[in-house]
């Protein structure tokens, strides 16, 4: 049928309970100090430890275009989180995997 072949949508099939902790998470950890407004991103340029500075990505459906990052180092968004996340992207060392889990169901859900 039609409807089974439309890919899950942004917004579709996420814990609405988590992605509410999440999205408290998101303003905590400082990640709106760039990604904000409507877009999720200031559209400013800035060095979060990727070896340069890059342009801050809108959030939009990010759920669903894996790999991330400008070299696609982040493979799934936990990996963002990982060693490939670095310390100067957001304030996510103090997360336990809880609270991750969480904070990448909000992005899901955007
Ligand atoms: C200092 C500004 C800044 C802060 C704070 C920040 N980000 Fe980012 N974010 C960026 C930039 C710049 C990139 C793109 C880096 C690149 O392309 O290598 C990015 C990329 C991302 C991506 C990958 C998007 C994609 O399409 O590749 C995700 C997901 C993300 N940020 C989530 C977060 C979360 C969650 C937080 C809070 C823990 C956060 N960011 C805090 C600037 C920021």
Do not use: W
């Amino acid at each position: 049928m039609f409807l089974d072949r439309i890919p899950a949508t942004p917004g579709g099939a996420v814990d609405p309970v988590a992605a509410e902790r999440g999205k408290l998470l998101f303003a905590s950890a400082g990640c709106v100090g760039c990604h904000n407004g409507d877009l999720f991103t200031n559209l400013t340029l800035q060095d979060v430890g990727k070896g340069g500075r890059f342009k801050v990505p809108s959030l939009l459906g990010v759920g669903a275009r894996a790999p991330y990052m400008h070299d696609g180092s982040a493979l799934t968004l936990a990996d963002r989180f990982g060693p490939a996340g670095g310390d100067l992207h957001g304030q996510t060392a103090q997360l336990n995997p809880a609270q991750i889990a969480d904070l990448i169901t909000y992005l899901e859900s955007l």
